[in-house]
């Protein structure tokens, strides 16, 4: 008998767990209140890296990750994926040769830049640093185009999607039995909570706490235009990209900025120094800008397991959740349905913050 699983979330995660568990012959239920996209995965940048800031274990993970995206385009060719590389110089001079030493020794693929090597990679750029990093390797996902694409590949295989809201997980004798949308149960073997900012007060509703906070992050949006941008920048007070669309969107960094009292007037300013920033702009008009709450375990790191204590439940929360979408539903699928966890997942069970 093929399990049944419900997987709550329709982002990035919860696209990427339905679709490798129905391809794993598992009966999938997506439950999302806001259809294909989730609520934080419109609002990224949408960056594919193992970059800085990150111990080595989680840097093993990431990079993983990178090698799923490669797999999981064999299988969707569809997918809206670009390894456009990555031009980065967010840091100090001596901190990014830190950087760039401890991952190269790692095995990341960063070459060191000068502001002539910049020059042709990024022509359009009116400010170059002395002292750049470019990683080849790097790139990105358009956020909802890949959601959507997931979700319509599991369905042709046999999901089934729900656009309705959970009220609560069913529970029988500590064992979550599935979920209540609208008053009606719907029943499964086990169910995933892959909802993001709204895990928590669904997991509350099993008497599961979540230690998960959502700082806000602002990014600006222009109208469509031509192409000005190769790949990513990661400048020191900007981080921007240009859409498969030809939208350019920038952040105070990629996990965008914070909107303060005035998300508007926060937006114009980041729009004018983006536009300040590249040749050729004159005609760059600003559309809109979104605020996006990025689901952030308190410790920083991915939330990736079953939830103690009570059956049937297994819950994947995490901030870099376009980078590591392919790993995590791959590993989780294994998980869920033959039991093997993937050793790159020890450090991030929930039990954790149990301590």
């Known amino acids: 008998?093929?399990?049944?699983?419900?997987?709550?979330?329709?982002?990035?995660?919860?696209?990427?767990?339905?679709?490798?568990?129905?391809?794993?012959?598992?009966?999938?239920?997506?439950?999302?209140?806001?259809?294909a996209g989730g609520v934080a995965t419109p609002n990224s940048f949408a960056w594919i890296n193992a970059s800085w800031g990150n111990p080595?274990?989680?840097?093993?993970?990431?990079?993983?990750?990178?090698?799923?995206?490669?797999?999981?385009?064999?299988?969707?060719?569809?997918?809206?994926?670009?390894?456009?590389?990555?031009?980065?110089?967010d840091l100090p001079a001596d901190r990014l040769e830190a950087y760039a030493a401890e991952h190269s020794s790692w095995g990341y693929g960063i070459e060191r830049v000068d502001r002539e090597q910049a020059a042709r990679i990024e022509p359009n750029l009116t400010e170059l640093p002395d002292f750049a990093l470019h990683i080849a390797e790097e790139g990105v996902a358009e956020p909802v185009a890949t959601a959507a694409a997931l979700l319509a590949d599991a369905e042709l295989r046999g999901?089934?999607?729900?656009?309705?809201?959970?009220?609560?997980?069913?529970?029988?004798?500590?064992?979550?039995?599935?979920?209540?949308?609208?008053?009606?149960?719907?029943?499964?073997?086990?169910?995933?909570?892959?909802?993001?900012?709204?895990?928590?007060?669904?997991?509350?509703?099993?008497?599961?706490?979540?230690?998960?906070?959502?700082?806000?992050?602002?990014?600006?949006?222009?109208?469509?235009?031509?192409?000005?941008?190769?790949?990513?920048?990661?400048?020191?007070?900007?981080?921007?990209?240009?859409?498969?669309?030809?939208?350019?969107?920038?952040?105070?960094?990629?996990?965008?900025?914070?909107?303060?009292?005035?998300?508007?007037?926060?937006?114009?300013?980041?729009?004018?120094g983006m536009k300040a920033m590249l040749h050729g702009a004159d005609g760059l008009e600003f559309d809109f800008h979104t605020v996006g709450y990025r689901p952030t375990p308190v410790d920083g790191f991915p939330i990736v397991s079953r939830a103690d204590g009570v059956g049937g439940l297994y819950i994947a929360v995490t901030h870099s959740g376009i980078t590591l979408a392919p790993a995590i539903g791959l590993f989780a699928a294994r998980e869920i349905l033959d039991g093997e966890r993937d050793a790159l997942l020890a450090p991030y069970a929930l039990s954790r913050f149990a301590q």
């Open 1 to 35: 008998m093929a399990k049944e699983i419900i997987v709550i979330g329709a982002g990035i995660i919860g696209a990427s767990i339905a679709w490798h568990l129905t391809k794993a012959g598992a009966r999938v239920t997506v439950v999302s209140e806001s259809g």
């Open 159 to 272: 999901a089934r999607i729900v656009t309705e809201t959970v009220d609560a997980l069913a529970l029988v004798n500590g064992k979550v039995t599935g979920v209540v949308v609208s008053g009606a149960s719907i029943s499964a073997d086990e169910v995933v909570i892959a909802a993001g900012a709204g895990a928590p007060a669904i997991a509350a509703t099993a008497g599961v706490k979540l230690p998960i906070e959502t700082p806000p992050g602002l990014i600006v949006h222009s109208r469509p235009y031509k192409k000005l941008l190769n790949g990513l920048v990661l400048a020191e007070r900007l981080h921007m990209r240009q859409t498969a669309e030809g939208r350019i969107i920038a952040g105070s960094d990629f996990g965008g900025g914070d909107p303060g009292d005035s998300p508007e007037g926060t937006a114009r300013e980041l729009f004018a």
């Open 56 to 89: 080595e274990t989680y840097f093993r993970l990431r990079i993983r990750a990178l090698a799923e995206w490669k797999r999981l385009a064999t299988d969707l060719p569809e997918l809206p994926l670009t390894w456009c590389g990555g031009l980065c110089w």
